[in-house]
């Protein structure tokens, strides 16, 4: 058996040309800095970025193979790379709620997706990220997808939120009148008889008097369009979403004008990117150097991300802004063509051995809930730094509120850590340079794939000793029955959900769970012996134990799944599928 060191080994994949271009990141644990926690009257800006249905392996800066982010590239350039970040669920809804209360769903309550009728969403008892730092005198914005309830109090300008403007669920939770690419393809919305000219199909797209259209299970099932808000208010429905990324830039910028510079602001993005049906302005077509819809669309949403940048350069205020890039959970490889890339992190046991079906978004294989993740803040996080420490999006409520000085509540538990001193290199050896050269004495190398090759660290890191991933799609909603505990991932549940030709494996729970090191072996390919790994399997247990006792007796929310359809978004009932414009 291998000895267990903590911490742990974690897989970094890097090209090779990239050993001269990240630079030495000094160890300033020692000198007592602490470069992450400025005075009170100097606290950051904050901006988090949220990409929809995104994978490890959708930016270059992590996978070479993607040749399309040139903007996310070098915001990587100008910070830290997270490569053993992880989305706290694999699915929309439930990985939101953990970000914005630093809290598993089996505390916060929310454990799958709310639908455009339900009548609830993030339980009221929950504090969220922008109500603590409201209180604490940040101006709060958001703009992008809530999911997280619009029926009266759940609307996220009553969740600690100053401006919203954005879509309150899933794009694909409603047709749309240019609907762009989905699988199966869907028709637009039907139009009045007044409009009975026909609103002229993006090119590419399917008539819906295509023979090859398929059945519209799943495209309309909510017989209702997908509405855009201002605030409170329905702007337009159907949403145009080939415009929709130009208006989150202009919100952005607007947002950032209209603030008072005497007060700090926290903005969350959660972008509609690259979640389907994907839909791109008639500018972006074969703007991609890969010319396909996915490679468009995610030009696209580069250029978005360099264009909220933008805004914050030309405000002044990028020097004291902290920008925090991730996903909410892996692609959807029940896509196919329009999904994207988890890296090497491809679950291959359950392709093969498994059975076959889905092993990225809504399952706890790798692909689902590892994300590409970027942190930047000028002066305090180094520039072309990485770090292999084990985080979560968990970590980002906690760590930012130390960043700022805001107090988290103490009447309950919180799953995420701080992580401050480690994104400020603070933390000895939880940052890897590879500028310094790879010795074998410090780092192994490990033979893998085509012109890539891995590292892995055995130094000290600062994350998470383990971490849960709660079933966001297989097995009971939110159960946690995988585990990772350092190199080690243990899953006691299989099975699957569709994948793209249409397999799937039943579920099974597991006594004896499949074992992976994911130190070796990343894409999940052959699971070890349990019985050479017993010390570790009883670890792994006997932490499960504990949380879930301490879950027991915490302060713990109910999130409301009833449904209404008086509670679905409607700027109009005398219209079919709600329509109204500005």
């Not at 409170?232 to 415009?243: A, F, G, K, N, T």
């Not at 799953?415 to 310094?436: F, H, M, P, W, Y």
């Amino acid at each position: 058996m291998r000895p267990l060191s903590l911490p742990w080994s974690a897989m970094l994949v890097v090209t090779m040309c990239a050993v001269s271009s990240w630079t030495v990141v000094s160890d300033t644990s020692a000198s007592g800095s602490n470069t992450c926690h400025p005075e009170a009257a100097s606290r950051p800006n904050i901006v988090m970025i949220l990409a929809d249905d995104f994978g490890w392996g959708d930016v270059g800066a992590f996978w070479p193979e993607t040749i399309d982010t040139p903007n996310l590239d070098r915001l990587a350039q100008r910070g830290m790379r997270m490569l053993d970040f992880h989305a706290a669920a694999s699915v929309c809804a439930p990985s939101r709620a953990s970000l914005l209360t630093g809290r598993l769903g089996l505390r916060n309550g929310v454990v799958r997706n709310f639908e455009p009728e339900s009548v609830g969403g993030l339980p009221l008892t929950e504090i969220t990220l922008a109500e603590l730092f409201k209180e604490a005198g940040y101006r709060t914005g958001m703009i992008g997808k809530w999911h997280l309830g619009t029926d009266g109090p759940y609307h996220p300008r009553n969740r600690g939120f100053d401006f919203y403007y954005g879509l309150p669920y899933s794009n694909d939770m409603g047709c749309t009148d240019h609907p762009g690419y989905n699988r199966p393809m869907c028709e637009p919305c039907p139009l009045p008889t007044s409009m009975a000219t026909a609103i002229p199909l993006h090119k590419g797209q399917l008539s819906k008097h295509d023979s090859t259209v398929s059945p519209r299970t799943n495209c309309d099932k909510w017989n209702l369009a997908v509405p855009l808000y201002s605030d409170y208010h329905i702007i337009e429905q159907p949403v145009d979403l080939r415009s929709l990324a130009k208006r989150y830039a202009e919100r952005t910028e607007a947002f950032l004008e209209g603030r008072n510079r005497s007060e700090p602001f926290l903005l969350y993005v959660a972008l509609a990117h690259m979640h389907v049906p994907q839909q791109h302005s008639d500018s972006y077509t074969n703007s991609s150097r890969k010319g396909t819809v996915f490679a468009d669309t995610l030009r696209e949403m580069d250029d978005l991300v360099g264009s909220i940048l933008s805004s914050l350069s030309a405000d002044g205020a990028d020097s004291d802004t902290l920008v925090w890039f991730t996903g909410d959970n892996g692609p959807w490889d029940r896509k196919c063509d329009l999904t994207g890339s988890p890296g090497p992190f491809v679950g291959e046991w359950q392709r093969t051995a498994g059975g076959g079906g889905a092993c990225m978004k809504q399952t706890t294989w790798e692909g689902g809930h590892r994300e590409a993740t970027i942190v930047v803040w000028p002066g305090h996080v180094p520039p072309s730094s990485m770090s292999n420490a084990l985080t979560s999006t968990l970590d980002i409520l906690p760590t930012l509120a130390s960043i700022a000085n805001v107090h988290l509540p103490t009447d309950r538990e919180y799953d995420g850590i701080d992580i401050s001193d480690l994104i400020c290199a603070n933390a000895s050896q939880s940052v890897l340079s590879t500028s310094i050269g790879l010795t074998r004495e410090k780092f192994q190398v490990v033979e893998g794939w085509p012109g890539h090759y891995s590292v892995v660290n055995n130094g000290n890191g600062s994350g998470h000793e383990f971490l849960f991933h709660p079933n966001s799609g297989v097995g009971e909603h939110g159960a946690l029955q995988t585990v990772r505990y350092g190199q080690y991932k243990a899953r006691f549940i299989q099975g699957s959900t569709v994948d793209c030709a249409g397999r799937q494996s039943d579920i099974l729970n597991r006594t004896v769970p499949l074992l992976f090191d994911l130190a070796v072996d990343p894409g999940e390919t052959t699971p070890l012996n349990v019985s050479h790994y017993t010390p570790v399997v009883d670890r792994m247990q006997y932490l499960l134990h504990a949380l879930l006792q301490n879950i027991s007796t915490d302060l713990t929310s109910v999130a409301v799944y009833g449904r209404n359809p008086a509670a679905q978004p409607c700027c109009n009932d005398d219209v079919s599928v709600c329509r109204c414009s500005p």
